[in-house]
């Protein structure tokens, strides 16, 4: 069975980082591109980050572009997303997905992308 599960959420100040990891299990990671996405209090769940299935791509949304970073390691069927200079506004509930080995720019935020979900992480900001 296909599943992802999510860890390394937690309580954080503004400014800190914290690193978030996605762990594949029941297929092949090395085939299929990961999705981050968050949802937070009373708004919909939103594209955080997005990497192909070899790492050669890798997409952000403009809110979190330059402080988080997407990566994978295939070899330990994990993705991987570090958030540095957290914000209040990053607080959420993040989730991975499986989607295609290759999205476009466009794509990428779209749920109906994705095929697999995991439980998702809680993620605080707060002083």
């Known amino acids: 069975q296909v599943h992802l599960v999510e860890s390394g959420g937690g309580l954080v100040q503004p400014g800190g980082s914290l690193r978030l990891s996605c762990a594949a299990s029941?297929?092949?990671?090395?085939?299929?591109?990961i999705g981050w996405f968050r949802q937070a209090p009373g708004k919909e769940r939103e594209g955080v980050s997005y990497?192909?299935?070899?790492?050669?791509?890798?997409y952000y949304a403009d809110s979190v572009k330059g402080r988080f970073i997407i990566s994978r390691d295939n070899n330990k069927n994990t993705v991987y997303l570090q958030m540095n200079s957290l914000k209040p506004e990053d607080t959420a509930v993040y989730y991975c997905?499986?989607?295609?080995?290759?999205?476009?720019?466009?794509?990428?935020?779209?749920?109906?992308?994705?095929?697999?979900w995991g439980r998702g992480t809680q993620v605080t900001v707060s002083s």
């Open positions: 029941g297929f092949l990671l090395d085939y299929y591109g």
């Open positions: 997905a499986r989607g295609s080995r290759w999205l476009n720019g466009v794509s990428w935020k779209g749920e109906k992308s994705y095929d697999y």
């Open positions: 990497i192909t299935s070899t790492g050669g791509i890798t």
